[in-house]
């Protein structure tokens, strides 16, 4: 029996901004594995993928590639240094291609989550325009992709909405605000894990059970 594939892509900011939180980020993200790890034991009817995209000014990373749940590397010191500005926009744009241009293959239903984790604002892309970004979400939201956008030091609610994103989630940039934002969305991702194996709406906000969500 074929299991139902759910692929994981997180779009994470690596400018120097991210310094004062790093470790608070290479933890949370970290936590954020382990939840996915998880997946594959309470929801044994999945398969479970991840990419994930770190950006800067000095370049665009591609970490993780389509890698299998269960042999994900954490996020370390060495594979994480917060520098230069922010290309938001190609970071967003190279990671959803990434998985448009190999999805068509594949049989089956499958899902695609995508979480944005930025501290500031697009100021660095040459690739993409924020128009072809939100374009790309428009399309990819109606067939049945899941957008996140969580933020902090900027108007995220704004930022996101101007990407078609409606499930949104802010902090302050500190380690303790870190730690519950990271607590929120394991929660969240859960949730919406559970919600596939259900088979319900997977269109009503993704962090509407967390009471300081913001939709």
């Given at each position: 029996?074929?299991?139902h594939?759910?692929?994981?892509?997180i779009?994470?900011?690596?400018?120097?901004?991210?310094?004062?939180?790093?470790?608070?980020?290479?933890?949370g993200?970290?936590?954020?594995?382990?939840t996915?790890?998880g997946a594959?034991?309470?929801?044994p009817?999945?398969?479970?993928?991840?990419?994930?995209?770190?950006?800067?000014?000095?370049?665009?990373?591609?970490?993780l590639?389509?890698?299998?749940?269960?042999?994900?590397?954490?996020?370390?010191?060495n594979?994480?240094?917060?520098?230069?500005?922010?290309?938001?926009?190609?970071?967003?744009g190279?990671?959803?291609?990434?998985?448009?241009?190999?999805?068509?293959?594949?049989?089956?239903?499958?899902?695609?989550?995508?979480?944005?984790l930025t501290?500031?604002?697009?100021?660095?892309?040459?690739?993409?325009?924020?128009?072809?970004?939100?374009?790309?979400?428009?399309?990819?939201?109606?067939?049945g992709?899941?957008?996140?956008?969580?933020?902090?030091?900027?108007?995220?609610?704004?930022?996101?909405?101007?990407?078609?994103?409606?499930?949104t989630?802010?902090?302050?940039?500190n380690p303790?605000?870190?730690?519950?934002?990271?607590?929120?969305?394991?929660?969240?991702?859960?949730l919406?894990?559970?919600?596939?194996?259900?088979?319900?709406?997977?269109?009503?906000?993704?962090?509407?059970?967390?009471?300081?969500?913001?939709n």
């Amino acid at each position: 029996m074929n299991k139902h594939q759910v692929y994981n892509l997180i779009v994470l900011d690596e400018s120097g901004s991210m310094q004062s939180i790093k470790n608070a980020t290479i933890s949370g993200f970290n936590e954020v594995v382990q939840t996915i790890k998880g997946a594959g034991q309470n929801f044994p009817e999945q398969e479970h993928f991840v990419s994930l995209i770190t950006f800067n000014g000095l370049g665009i990373k591609t970490l993780l590639d389509k890698q299998p749940v269960t042999s994900l590397n954490e996020l370390n010191a060495n594979s994480y240094k917060p520098d230069a500005s922010t290309p938001l926009y190609d970071a967003i744009g190279k990671g959803i291609n990434g998985l448009i241009n190999y999805l068509p293959a594949q049989n089956g239903q499958y899902n695609v989550l995508v979480t944005i984790l930025t501290d500031g604002e697009e100021n660095a892309s040459r690739e993409f325009s924020g128009a072809q970004i939100k374009q790309l979400i428009d399309q990819l939201k109606e067939q049945g992709w899941t957008f996140t956008y969580i933020g902090a030091n900027h108007d995220v609610e704004k930022a996101a909405a101007s990407l078609s994103i409606d499930n949104t989630l802010a902090f302050l940039a500190n380690p303790f605000e870190m730690q519950m934002m990271f607590s929120k969305e394991k929660k969240a991702r859960a949730l919406y894990y559970q919600k596939i194996r259900d088979k319900e709406d997977l269109k009503k906000g993704y962090f509407d059970d967390e009471e300081d969500a913001k939709n």
